[in-house]
């Protein structure tokens, strides 16, 4: 059979075209699978995929997964392009969004979304993974470290919330979980460079939101913080009370998240020593957490208000003349003060014997007069009466006394007890007698400022005062005559002078009379034996 050479051409056709599939074969990348929970925004053989703004692959088919729960997006990647793809690769769609962060993808508005890939380094080779829900934070190039924070308080912040240090933002919340085991909400956190080297094993995390309205032993205190974390809130760390900074740590190491600064420096105090106070009269205003203070120096916190194990279990116990309070003496923050080496709990518990001995007592103190808030203060007694070391449900008494402003409340609560035990409705009956008589005195009043009303308009009463006034000049009239200018006043001024004269005449009889009172009857004899002696002016006369 002859063989036509027209069959070339097909052949030749068929090589070629063989040729051009391997050779487009041998060009393509690898596909990869990646699941995502919906397909929003992207389109089969006309979404791109991109590597920081470069075409890396396109999505060649979407469809649901076999359980109808997730979309699968095959993608076909450009060649060359298997060496970004291993397990520290990650995929998210670029969209218009509105977040904390602000308004990021507006650029996809004409273009439509596409898939962006941040290439991972020194992972395992992988074909299908997980589209990320947001734009990762952080990726694992990124220089810094990351940390795992527990909490067991209610308060929940969102992820992208920052991290500060000192008020400076240094780094973000990258993820948020919750641990049913430890019934505890779980943070992932990063830190940027250079401000990792700032985390050490001595440093506290505690959360600040933006704005906090507490009312403590000192008052209602009031915190606010920057806008971003008024909205969302945030975690700031640093040390509180260590002395040394501690040791570097690794990535995600844990650490506890605590629900504010203060409850974080309180917990750094992990040597105490409990005590029970018996508080004779009202603990109104003592809350847990109250200081245990001594001149303005914080020595404990007030744990139990009132203390219930072992204390009030029933209605009988409230009937006791005292009250327990469980405080802790925390002798850390006094050694916070002193440059001495740690001092040991047993050497504490013998100097407050001995402060005991010398007069050592608590008292409950008010701190703030708005809100009724007490603090525990202690303070030294004059010629403390002896007591001996007691115990109460197995925790050492400390001794107590009463404040001089609860003293001054009993007495006044004792006056106004005396009050109430006065006769009130005898006293409130004799003062309603009083008062009726009282009333019945003003309308006399009354009727007689009437009746003297009607005397004065009557036209001879009115007359009155004109016929004292010429009865006044009568009298200044008849006073004038006995002055020493008129008729009479000069009469009687020369009687008066005549009488003058009449006594002087009078007075040598007088005096005979008075030498020798019978002269006036045998007359006046003479004393020749006796010389008489006669003054000067005798002789005159």
């Known amino acids: 059979m002859h063989f036509n050479s027209i069959w070339f051409v097909p052949l030749i056709a068929a090589i070629v075209a063989g040729w051009m599939l391997v050779e487009n074969w041998s060009q393509q990348g690898p596909e990869i699978i990646v699941v995502a929970e919906n397909a929003d925004g992207l ?18 088919d979407i469809h649901l997964s076999d359980d109808f729960n997730h979309a699968i997006i095959r993608i076909r990647m450009e060649q060359g392009s298997e060496a970004m793809l291993n397990s520290r690769s990650k995929f998210w769609v670029v969209k218009p969004r509105v977040g904390k962060e602000g308004i990021s993808g507006l650029g996809t508005i004409l273009s439509g979304a596409y898939i962006n890939v941040h290439p ?24 810094g470290i990351r940390l795992k924070l527990y909490s067991t308080d209610n308060a929940k912040m969102e992820v992208g919330s920052p991290v500060h240090f000192r008020g400076f933002e240094v ?31 001595n440093v506290q995390f505690w959360m600040t939101p933006g704005l906090v309205v507490e009312g403590t032993a000192k008052g209602v205190e009031v915190r606010m913080d920057s806008l971003q974390t008024l909205f969302s809130g945030g975690i700031s760390f640093g040390t509180t009370n260590a002395r040394d900074s501690g040791s570097p740590v690794k990535d995600l190491t844990e650490f506890r998240l605590f629900s504010s600064k203060e409850a974080a420096a309180n917990n750094r105090y992990d040597k105490y020593i409990d005590y029970i106070m018996l508080v004779q009269g009202s603990i109104s205003g ?35 003349p005292s009250i327990p309070v469980l405080v802790r003496l925390e002798p850390q923050r006094i050694e916070t003060h002193l440059s001495t080496k740690t001092i040991k709990l047993d050497e504490w518990r013998e100097m ?14 008010s701190s703030n007069l708005l809100t009724g808030a007490k603090v525990v203060s202690v303070v030294f007694v004059k010629d403390p009466k002896p007591m001996k070391e007691t115990t109460y ?44 008589a009282a009333d019945d005195t003003f309308k006399e009043l009354h009727e007689a400022s009437k009746s003297l ?10 007359a009155i005062p004109d016929r004292l006034v010429g009865a ?70």
């Open 352 to 365: 407050l014997a001995q402060g005991f001995e010398q007069g050592m007592r608590a008292t409950l103190s």
């Open 453 to 462: 009303k009607t005397l004065l308009s009557q036209q001879s009463t009115q």
């Open 472 to 541: 006044l000049e009568t009298l200044n009239e008849t006073l004038s005559d006995y002055q020493a200018q008129g008729a009479l006043g000069q009469n009687i001024q020369q009687s008066l002078d005549a009488v003058q004269r009449n006594l002087e005449t009078l007075y040598p009889l007088l005096q005979d009379l008075r030498r020798q009172p019978n002269s006036i009857i045998f007359g006046k004899q003479s004393e020749a034996d006796i010389e008489p002696k006669v003054k000067e002016g005798s002789r005159a006369k």
């Open 120 to 143: 991972g380094k020194d992972g395992e080779k992988r074909e299908r993974f997980t589209m990320l829900k947001q734009p990762p934070l952080s990726t694992a190039d990124n220089e």
């Open 171 to 201: 780094g973000y919340i990258e993820n948020v979980g919750f641990d049913v085991k430890r019934k505890a909400i779980t943070y992932h956190i990063f830190v940027n460079a250079p401000y990792d080297a700032l985390v050490h094993s």
């Open 286 to 320: 003592l809350l847990p957490g109250a200081p245990l203070e001594y001149n303005g120096i914080r020595l404990g916190t007030v744990e139990e208000v009132p203390f219930r194990s072992g204390g009030i279990e029933s209605a009988e116990d409230i009937r006791m």
């Open 393 to 436: 449900h197995g925790y050492p008494v400390f001794p107590t006394v009463s404040n001089s402003l609860a003293s001054m409340q009993e007495k006044i609560t004792l006056i106004l007890d005396h009050l109430a035990a006065l006769p009130m409705e005898k006293t409130v009956g004799q003062l309603n007698q009083t008062l009726v």
């Open 43 to 60: 389109v089969a053989g006309k979404t791109k995929v991109k590597a920081h703004n470069v075409d890396v692959g396109e999505v060649t």
